[in-house]
C-alpha cells in the first residue's frame, strides 16, 4: 500500500519540469503592471506622470530589495520593474518559476498595502496585479545594455507621453494628438515642447527624465565585534534617479556589479 503510494508520487512529480537560469549570469526579473493604462484612469493618474503613483512604486522596489538579499540592483519606470540578482545567486536553486512568483507576488502585496500610505484621499478600486518574466545576462556589459535600453525606452516614452497630454490638455482630442505626432523625431517634440507650451523637457522633474534606480552600497561603518568575527556589512539602500546609460555611473559605483 505504501508502496503504491510511493510510486504514485514519483510518477506525478515525473511531470514537474526544471527551469533552471543559467548559471553565473546576471538575473534579471522584470515586473509590469497589468493593464495599468486602465488602471491608471480608474485611478485617475495625473498624466503623462503621477509623481505620487511613481513613489509608490519605488517603495515597493526598496521593500523588494530589503526582502530579497540577492538582488543588487533595479530600475524602474512608469508601471515596470527590473530586478538585477547577483550571478552567483542560489536563491530558489535559481528556477526561474519561483524567482518570478515571489518576487511579483511580493511587489503586488506591497503595492496594495502601501497604498494608502500614498493616495490616503483615493480608494484602491480593485486588486492590481503585475506581470513578470526572467531573463539571463551572461556579462556585465550585456547587463549594463539591457538597463540603458529601459532608461532610453523611459526617455522616448516620456517624450513623447508629454507631448501627447499638452496636446490633449490644450484641447486636441487623443486621436488628434496620436497623428500630429506620428513620425515626428526627438528634436521635433523638444521644439513642439518649447514652441506651443514653452516646456523646456530638460528640466522636467528628473524622475520623469530617467526613471529610478535604486541599489545597495556597503556602508564604511563594518566593524570588528568581541567574538571575532565579521559582522554583516552594513548595507544602505540608495534610490538614485541616475543616467545609467552613461559608463560614468558604473564608474562611480564600482561595488553594485562586482
Ligand atoms: P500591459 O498589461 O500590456 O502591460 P498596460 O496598459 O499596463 O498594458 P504599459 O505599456 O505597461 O501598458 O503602459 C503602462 C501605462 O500605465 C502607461 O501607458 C500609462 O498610461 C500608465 N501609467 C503607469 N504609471 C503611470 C504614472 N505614474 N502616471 C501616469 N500614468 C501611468
Ligand atoms: P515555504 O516558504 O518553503 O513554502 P512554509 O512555511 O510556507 O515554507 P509549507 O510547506 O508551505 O511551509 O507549509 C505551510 C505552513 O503554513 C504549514 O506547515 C502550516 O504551519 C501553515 N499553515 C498554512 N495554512 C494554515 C492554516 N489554514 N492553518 C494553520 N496553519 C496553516
Ligand atoms: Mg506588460
Ligand atoms: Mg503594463
Ligand atoms: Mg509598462
Ligand atoms: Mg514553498
Ligand atoms: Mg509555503
Same mark, same amino acid.
Given at each position: 500500500?505504501?508502496?503504491?503510494?510511493?510510486?504514485?508520487?514519483?510518477?506525478?512529480?515525473?511531470?514537474?519540469?526544471?527551469?533552471?537560469?543559467?548559471?553565473?549570469?546576471?538575473?534579471?526579473?522584470?515586473?509590469?503592471?497589468?493593464?495599468?493604462?486602465?488602471?491608471?484612469?480608474?485611478?485617475?493618474?495625473? =498624466?503623462?506622470?503621477?509623481?505620487?503613483?511613481?513613489? @509608490?512604486?519605488?517603495?515597493?522596489?526598496?521593500?523588494?530589495? %530589503?526582502?530579497?538579499?540577492d538582488i543588487v540592483f533595479s530600475y524602474g519606470v512608469s508601471d515596470e520593474y527590473s530586478f538585477v540578482l547577483s550571478k552567483d545567486s542560489k536563491f530558489y536553486q535559481r528556477q526561474a518559476s519561483q524567482i518570478v512568483s515571489v518576487i511579483v507576488s511580493f511587489f503586488s502585496s506591497a503595492y496594495v498595502m502601501k497604498w494608502k500610505d500614498f493616495f490616503p484621499f483615493k480608494e484602491l478600486k480593485y486588486p492590481p496585479s503585475f506581470d513578470g518574466r526572467a531573463v539571463c545576462y551572461p556579462s556585465t556589459e550585456i547587463l549594463q545594455d539591457y538597463l540603458a535600453w529601459r532608461q532610453v525606452d523611459c526617455?522616448?516614452?516620456n517624450q513623447y507621453n508629454t507631448c501627447f497630454w499638452m496636446l490633449v490638455k490644450?484641447? =486636441?482630442?487623443?486621436?488628434?494628438?496620436?497623428?500630429? @505626432?506620428?513620425?515626428?523625431?526627438?528634436?521635433?517634440?523638444? %521644439?513642439?515642447?518649447?514652441r506651443q507650451f514653452n516646456i523646456d523637457y530638460n528640466t522636467l522633474p528628473i524622475m520623469f527624465l530617467r526613471g529610478s534606480s535604486i541599489f545597495r552600497i556597503k556602508g564604511e561603518d563594518s566593524v570588528m565585534p568581541e567574538n571575532g568575527t565579521f559582522e554583516e556589512v552594513k548595507q544602505e539602500i540608495i534610490l538614485s534617479h541616475s543616467n545609467i546609460i552613461e559608463d560614468s555611473f558604473w564608474k562611480e559605483h564600482p561595488s553594485i556589479l562586482c
Open positions: 500500500d505504501n508502496e503504491i503510494k510511493k510510486i504514485k508520487a514519483e510518477y506525478v512529480r515525473s511531470f514537474l519540469f526544471e527551469n533552471k537560469l543559467m548559471p553565473s549570469t546576471w538575473i534579471v526579473i522584470r515586473i509590469d503592471g497589468c493593464h495599468f493604462h486602465r488602471f491608471s484612469e480608474v485611478h485617475e493618474f495625473e =498624466k503623462p506622470n503621477d509623481r505620487q503613483a511613481l513613489n @509608490l512604486m519605488n517603495s515597493c522596489a526598496v521593500a523588494v530589495l %530589503e526582502e530579497f538579499k526617455h522616448i516614452n490644450s484641447g =486636441k482630442s487623443k486621436s488628434e494628438a496620436q497623428s500630429y @505626432l506620428k513620425g515626428t523625431q526627438t528634436r521635433e517634440k523638444n %521644439e513642439l515642447l518649447i
